[in-house]
């Protein structure tokens, strides 16, 4: 089993990808990958690292999201990727934050209030 070393503890990768709400990229390249606001990722190797996004290796990464506490990307609720605040995140009529997931196109206004 895959162990990844975090917070003080050693995880099972799974759960701890799971767990932490990181984004399977299976050496995928993102939307995200264009953006300059640093990613925390998951190596192959199982570590740690957090990266602008332009900058990732992706072809080594198996997992990434948001940093904890980003002020400038934001996590899909509905997808689990992360979208840039400037570009993706709206303001409704009446105030309500809506998300425009460049992955799903998701615009959940329950998502971000
Ligand atoms: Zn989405």
Do not use: K
Not at 54 to 82: F, K, M, N
């Amino acid at each position: 089993m895959l162990t990844i070393e975090a917070e003080g503890h050693v995880w099972p990768l799974d759960t701890f990808i799971d767990s932490h709400r990181f984004r399977r990229s299976d050496g995928d390249v993102p939307p995200i990958a264009r953006s300059d606001w640093p990613l925390a990722c998951i190596t192959a190797d199982c570590r740690i690292i957090e990266e602008p996004a332009r900058h990732v290796p992706w072809h080594t990464i198996i997992a990434y999201r948001a940093p904890e506490l980003s002020s400038h990307l934001a996590q899909c609720p509905d997808c689990g990727d992360t979208a840039e605040i400037a570009s993706s995140l709206f303001a409704n009529e009446d105030g309500t934050l809506i998300l425009d997931c460049p992955t799903c196109g998701s615009a959940d206004p329950d998502g971000y209030c």
